[in-house]
């Protein structure tokens, strides 16, 4: 078979199988062999023993989207992995692999036309002493795709805290066996460049210490705790602090609280969390404190599926907040962009005064993938203090709409922090013109961000645009490249910065456009909704959504352009 | 000339005045809470302290008006949250002194549950609570602590329901300081509170702070309370015996702990950057 620039295996199983295990090694075989990788995953809800998969893509380029298809499906057993088959979706050319002992594989995965090649993974493990039937599959999986023997080798050497010779002779095994079935080759690594391995949730963590936050304020919910796992011992290193609180209403006003006392704060949470914060996110902007909250979406509404992937919580974080409520939404557009958007979200929050939403999602935030290595910290956007001084003003109307915030400490700044309307020196006041002041003062913080180049992703050309955010946007680069080979030009405008919205930016970018396709992860078109709210939208313009946990494939991306572009 | 809003940037040592904004405070005449004020004001200038070195944090209601009437940095967010915002300040930045202002709705009811985790938590915070049985500020529900029997336009003939019990409940929770004051004694109330800041940890003071609009019974409340007849005792068990059969009106220290406050880990000073190479390949 010719080599590929780009190789999909998925390794699936009940609980306590490894399968996660065996799929971070393999991940990290890939990148020790020079290519790039992702790996997403996917799991039932049980907190132990639940059926969950694997799902690596290993490529010769970047990118941090599944394709649309797995070459190989290899399963430790099928006990409930069925449950798994839209998300893995498998051809014809598609090899599926299974332990004889386990039965027949599922006719759901059979009647794609996959090949089944049965392999006795378990018993081929018993040959070995502590030998494991995840380390059988994954050499299998490693030679099946050519990864060189030294790369699985070192990357088990460098993840195996025991077991090690037990594990390399199955895992060699394995190998063994591949030379028996037709493999999915990969072509040649590209020219090694500095790589790092990072989750998404790492790198959003990783931009937040960069981005200068100090003190993070944590509840645990799925799919956010890694992110505020990661940061626990990271802040600590780095001199900040980390409060467990005791629900999401508690950590959204330490993080406040933090914040008033001029150490720029965080917390991470998901969907039913970013609900209880929201009425305190309206005390951010009123008493101007800058905040930072990400939010990685998953499945609503109400508990929905906690362990899967969603982008429905944009409703909530652009209109939730009670009252005119100006503040910041910001949404990372890939693994490597949890960082850069995240540290980006710092210096807006505290060079606004303003809270900021960050909307990551279980797919970016889960996903492990090798990416080219971000690009050091740039000068960060700091805080405007305030030196103490007789008849000092908080909330001092200045063209800006940010004025000077006292820090406490400082002699002759003392002032209350109020989610009261206020005046200029934080006195509550109910009166009409300090409230349209105020308001005025607020909206004007937001109307006078200048967001350069980063308020969207902008790539390509062509009369039709594909506008989208966050993990769609890969998806969307690969059809449109696939389009643009096939000669269609389309252009992708991938928007970063939600809110405030740049209408005359977004005009720019689509000048000359005669065809929008709007593409999104939810059920209702909450993207949709909200450009045509505050944009004018160019020509003639369509939706493609469909609600989590299934991420779009290139291939249906693609298709909807070129049937488009036929019409 | 307008009246002085923050505190003079120098002070050579403050005195209770130095502490009291210019304010005219939203409150009633004759609320306890005006002595409350004083006595923290007082307090304040007890321990020493300076206006900017302190900062006082509430919720929502009558109490909570409070930061604005004194010269510290203030805090006054959302209802039933100023735990939360003075534990974030508080380890965020140790080096200030924080006081928490809250009333039996704001505390209690809303943000009961905070107060379970703060008590826990043992974050060297002083939490003052000016109870007085009712919501004032929405002018006259029954609260936590209102008796069964009070009767009010949302619970005609009373709501049947037992009174909350916040000195067992901080007991049981973890506080590392618990005292009941009087608003009507400031100067006895001042005291404590100065007692409550000096303690390390988690202290709990609940102040008896009359409604006279809505509830002017409470007026009687400067006949029935006294004194303490024990001493303050660092046994939890013996602390609970009198608070489980305390009449509700002893004034003092009940109970005074010895366990370490919070302190969140941290504390080290790498490099960001250094951070990096875990993710290196």
Partial sequence: MDPRTSVSVALAGSGGAGVMTAGNMLLEAAAQAGYYGLMTRTSGPQIRGGEAAAMLRISAFPGD???????????????????????????PESLLIGDPAQGEPPEVFTRSGARYAPVPLKALAAQVSGGWTNMVALGLLAALMRLPQEALEGAMRKSMKKGLDAGIAAARLGMAQAATLQGTPLAPPPATAPRWLITGNEAAGYGALRGGVRFVAAYPITPATELLEW??????????????????????????????????????????????????????????????????????????????????DLGTALYGLHGDAPHVVVAPNSLAD?????????????????????????????????????????????????????????????????????????AGGTYVADGLEHNERGTPSSQAADHLAQMDKRARK????????????????????LVTFGSCTAPAREAL???????????????????????????????????VLVLEQNHSGQFLRYL???????????????????????????????????? | MEPRMNAPAVVAAPAAKDFKSAYKPVWCPGCGDYSVLAAITKALAQLGLRPENVAVVSGIGCSSRIPAY????????VHGRSLPAATGLKAARPDLTVLVASGDGDGYSIGGNHFLHACRRNIDLTYIVMDNHVYGMTKGQPSPTTEPDWSSKLAPGGTGLREFHPLVIALASGANFIARAFSGDPNGCAALIAQAVRHPGFSFVEVLSPCV?????????????????????????????????????????????????????????????????????
């Fill in chain 1, 65 to 91: 989207g599944q394709d649309d298809r797995f070459q190989v499906l290899a399963a430790i057993d099928w006990q409930n992995v069925g449950r798994f088959a839209a998300e893995l979706p498998l051809g």
């Fill in chain 1, 231 to 312: 940061l626990a011992p990271a802040l600590a290193k780095v001199g900040g602090t980390l409060v467990q609180a005791e629900d999401e209403l508690a950590s959204i006003n330490m993080a406040l609280g933090a914040s008033f006392g001029g150490v720029p704060s965080l917390t991470a949470t998901s969907g039913p969390g970013l609900s209880l914060m929201i009425e305190s996110l309206g005390l951010g902007v009123a008493a101007e404190l800058p905040v930072v909250v990400v939010d990685v979406m998953r499945t609503g509404p109400s508990t929905g599926i906690a362990t899967k992937s969603e982008q429905a």
């Fill in chain 1, 338 to 410: 949890c960082l850069a958007t995240t540290e980006w979200a710092v210096g807006l929050a505290e060079s606004l005064q303003v809270p900021v939403i960050v909307l990551s999602d279980q797919y970016l935030g889960q996903a492990r993938a090798v990416v080219d290595m971000p690009p050091a910290a740039k000068v960060s956007f700091a805080r405007m203090k305030a030196e103490g001084a007789e008849g000092y003003k908080r909330y001092a109307l200045t063209p800006s709409g940010v004025s000077p915030m006292a820090i406490p400490g400082t």
């Fill in chain 1, 446 to 465: 937001l109307a006078q961000l200048d967001p350069g180049d980063a308020w969207a992703s902008i790539e390509g050309d062509g009369e039709t645009a």
């Fill in chain 1, 481 to 515: 490249a696939r389009a643009r080979a096939a000669g269609v030009a389309v252009r992708l405008v991938s928007v970063r910065l939600l809110a405030p919205a740049q209408p005359e930016r977004l005009k720019r970018a689509l000048q000359g456009v005669k065809r």
């Fill in chain 1, 532 to 567: 045509r709210a505050e944009y004018d939208l160019p020509g003639e313009v369509r939706s493609l959504r469909r609600p989590g946990p299934l991420p779009f494939r290139p291939a249906e991306i693609h298709e909807a352009l070129e049937q488009w572009s036929r019409a």
């Fill in chain 2, 70 to 77: 004194t010269t510290c940095y203030g805090f006054h967010g």
């Fill in chain 2, 213 to 281: 609009t809505f509830r002017p019974e409470q007026r009687e409340w400067k006949t029935r309370v006294h004194a303490a007849p024990v001493e303050p005792t660092d046994d939890p068990g013996r602390a609970a015996r009198r608070l489980m059969t305390d009449d509700g009106f002893n004034i003092g220290v009940l109970y005074q702990g010895s366990r370490a406050p919070y302190r969140p880990a941290g504390g080290s000073a790498q490099r960001v950057e250094d951070l990096e190479c875990q993710f290196r390949l």
